[in-house]
C-alpha cells in the first residue's frame, strides 16, 4: 500500500508533545482502556522517535500496560534510524501516511503534521485517517510551537471534529494571543475579525489582561481567573479548572468552526 501525503519537515524534540499526551491519557484514556486491541498510531513523528518513545511510556502509565504504538513516517530513512528504538511488540516503527499502513488503530496522534499542507487539504486528510480507524476511533491533530510551550489540537471521530483543545505553559505565557501561532491548520488562517476563533483568542486576551490584578499570584491563578471569565461571558468551555490549571481550555468545535 503507498503511503499517502508528503514528508513534513521532521522537526522534533524531546518532551515537544507531552501537553497533547498528558490531555490524551486524560480525555482518551478510558477509549483506550475499553478498546479490543489498544493499538495506538503516532502518525509523522519526525526526524528521530523521540516522541513516539514518549507517547508509549506516557500512555502505559496512565492508561494502560498493554497499548501499543506504531510510529509511522513517510520517509523510510526515518523509518530506518528509528528502528534502535524498537520495542516489539509495545513500540514498532513502520511505513505509512494517512492510510495508515493498514492498521486500525483505536486512536491516532497527528501533531505538526498538517502545518504545511494547504487549508483545502486538511477534511481529505481527516477523512482519510478516520475511515482507517477502529470503530469508536479517535484522531488527536494539532500543532505545537519546537519546545511545546504552546499548543492547539482538535479531537476528531468519524463524524468530525469533535472538540477544540488550547494548551499553555503558563510560566512562559505573555498573553493568550500567543495561542493564535499554534492553532490547527483547520483554524490558523481563520484569526481574523468575522471567524469565532478569532472572537474566542480576543475574548480569552481580554480576560487575561483585565485578571491582570491576580498576576501577583502567579500565572496559574491568573489563567484561572481569565478562563472562568470567558465561561462566564457565555463561551462554552467543556472542561474544568482541573484541566485549566494546566495551561488549557476545551471548547466544542461548532463554537470555533470557520463561517
Not at 491533530?141 to 468519524?158: F, M, Q, S
Request: glycine share 10%.
Amino acid at each position: 500500500m503507498k503511503p499517502q501525503g508528503v514528508v513534513t519537515r521532521g522537526t522534533t524534540n524531546l518532551n515537544r508533545l507531552r501537553r497533547v499526551d498528558n490531555w490524551i491519557v486524560e480525555t482518551c484514556g478510558d477509549r483506550l482502556r475499553s478498546a479490543a486491541d489498544p493499538l495506538v498510531v503516532d502518525l509523522g513523528y519526525g526526524a528521530t522517535p523521540v516522541t513516539a518513545v514518549e507517547l508509549r511510556a506516557r500512555l502505559a502509565a496512565g492508561v494502560r500496560a498493554d497499548v501499543r504504538v506504531v510510529g509511522l513516517e513517510i520517509d523510510p530513512v526515518r523509518v530506518a534510524a528509528a528502528q534502535s528504538a524498537a520495542d516489539p511488540p509495545r513500540l514498532t516503527f513502520a511505513r505509512g501516511g494517512f492510510e495508515l499502513a493498514g492498521l486500525r488503530p483505536a486512536l491516532v496522534r497527528a501533531c505538526n503534521v498538517l502545518r504545511q499542507y494547504d487549508e483545502g487539504e486538511v477534511a481529505g486528510a481527516w477523512r482519510a485517517v478516520t475511515e482507517r480507524l477502529a470503530p469508536g476511533g479517535l484522531l488527536v491533530e494539532g500543532t505545537c510551537d519546537e519546545l511545546g510551550r504552546l499548543g492547539g489540537w482538535l479531537l476528531i471521530d468519524a463524524d468530525g471534529p469533535r472538540t477544540l483543545t488550547l494548551a499553555a505553559k503558563l510560566t512562559a505565557l505573555t498573553g493568550p494571543a500567543e495561542l493564535a501561532e499554534r492553532l490547527p491548520k483547520a483554524l490558523i488562517h481563520r484569526n481574523v475579525p468575522g471567524e469565532p476563533v478569532h472572537d474566542l483568542i480576543r475574548a480569552l486576551d481580554d480576560a487575561w489582561r483585565a485578571a491582570a490584578p491576580y498576576a501577583p499570584f502567579g500565572p496559574r491563578q491568573r489563567w484561572l481567573r481569565t478562563v472562568a471569565a470567558v465561561r462566564e461571558a457565555g463561551w462554552p468551555i467543556v472542561d474544568g479548572p482541573r484541566r485549566w490549571r494546566h495551561g488549557e481550555l476545551t471548547v466544542p468545535w461548532p463554537t470555533v468552526a470557520p463561517r
